[in-house]
């Protein structure tokens, strides 16, 4: 099951022709990924950080129209892959049916000494609720 995630384009997104300037995408993105893990007790952001992160390995984007000032953008957010302590992600981003951005990326669990380490138990499987097979 994908993860949904809104966002307006601010006036803070945009660069002087009132389009997204490119790397907001990049901040747009952690927002998503962000507001899924507040929707798991105990494994937010603020918690996921105090003793260690999920900090983003690699990362590829398409950007395939301009997003400007005021669309409403929405975000689908699924996992083709939840390893051991790694997440692969799949992103696309529409407006009005229009597909504005796919994005893929790898995230890392880590621990102490920034080290990968396993997902607890009960966030792994909180995210393999939103884990889906994709064909490439």
Known sequence: MAFQFRQEVLFRHCDPARIVFYPRYFEM????????????????????????AVPTARI?????????????????????????SSLHTRFVATCDGETRLRAASVIVHVGTGLRPAPWPEDARAALMAHHEETSQ
């Open 29 to 52: 993105l952690n927002d998503c990924v962000e507001a899924l893990f507040a929707t798991m007790p105990g494994h937010t952001f603020a918690d996921m950080h105090a003793n260690r």
């Open 60 to 84: 590829e984007t398409e950007f395939l129209a301009p997003s400007r000032l005021g669309d409403v953008l929405e975000f689908t957010l699924t996992f083709p892959r939840v390893g051991r």
